[in-house]
């Protein structure tokens, strides 16, 4: 079965651009979380959504972040403008909300680098 | 603040011992324990979960709840090098989101 799928792998830009994150959670999975990973701050949640719709946005760090899902196999992660402290490894992970005690699984991550 | 505490680490054993990974959590309410695996540049990966308390053993791993304690544990038996990662533990409550630890970094020595 494919797993949690997310692009780019890496990503490297100027301060000031626009990056767009993007996730492909589990087929059948109904929540979907991102994270940011920093050796200072470790593995913090930005946001994550429950049926498509964004539930806990708490952890955006400012407004120059923004998520959406426009359905159930498909989100994005946007950064404008870019700074270089966004510099960091960006996770999505995938569970299924409803059944049990259900663990998040992790996508690969992308790497992004702002200059 | 709902919190998850690990220490940092390094832990280090040497080949083939136990090692002892730990971990307490503040939130009574929560219900649900993970345990995720991070090698150096990879993403968390799912080795064990615990629901109730006692021991739970999958392999050489073995995870342990204690909820009057509010303490989790991951025993690692004959370690070798390849468990050489971070280890980091999660717990969740009745909602989805889960609380992470920072993390206890494992070094297995040949």
């Known amino acids: 079965d494919a797993g949690v799928i997310q692009s780019p792998r890496h990503e490297v830009t100027e301060m000031g651009q626009e990056v767009t994150l993007r996730c492909k959670p589990i087929?059948?999975?109904?929540?979907l979380f991102w994270y940011r990973q920093t050796m200072m701050r470790g593995l913090e949640l930005l946001i994550y959504?429950?049926?498509?719709?964004?539930?806990?946005d708490s952890g955006m760090p400012e407004d120059r972040f923004s998520a959406k899902m426009p359905n159930a196999s498909f989100s994005t992660l946007k950064i404008q403008p870019s700074e270089p402290r966004d510099s960091a490894v960006y996770f999505c992970a995938s569970s299924l909300v409803g059944a049990g005690h259900q663990p998040q699984h992790f996508g690969d991550g992308t790497r992004l680098s702002i200059l | 603040q709902k919190e998850v505490e690990q220490n940092s680490g390094p832990l280090s054993v040497p080949e083939g011992a136990i090692a002892s990974l730990n971990c307490t959590y503040s939130d009574r309410g929560s219900q649900s324990f993970f345990w995720y695996r991070q090698y150096s540049g990879k993403s968390p990966e799912l080795i064990m979960s615990i629901y109730s308390n006692g021991d739970k053993e999958d392999g050489r791993f073995t995870a342990q709840l204690n909820k009057a304690s509010q303490y989790v544990s991951l025993l690692i038996r004959d370690s070798q090098p390849s468990d050489s990662a971070t280890y980091l533990c999660?717990?969740?409550?009745?909602?989805?989101?889960?609380?992470f630890g920072g993390g206890t970094r494992l070094m297995v020595k040949p």
């Open positions: 087929s059948g999975h109904n929540s």
């Open positions: 999660a717990s969740n409550n009745a909602g989805n989101m889960l609380t």
């Open positions: 959504f429950n049926n498509n719709v964004p539930i806990d």
